[in-house]
């Protein structure tokens, strides 16, 4: 059993395991980049949303 496969995407051009990247992940073997760097952004929860005032007071 490879614990790997449980949480790593594999590559749709050749299904290799990727690896972690900054962006995402990537394949070691064709190079070829899942860029999900939009994704982790639109998590990032803006730290004044729930301040006073948003309505107008
Ligand atoms: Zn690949």
Known sequence: MD???LVQ???PN???VMVDDRRGFW???CRY???HAAEFAAVVVP???DGP???GG
């Open 9 to 11: 995407p594999r590559c």
């Open 3 to 5: 614990d790997l496969d």
């Open 27 to 29: 394949c070691e073997h």
């Open 33 to 35: 980049l899942d860029d």
């Open 53 to 55: 005032g948003i309505r």
């Open 14 to 16: 050749c299904g290799t």
């Open 47 to 49: 730290p004044d949303f």
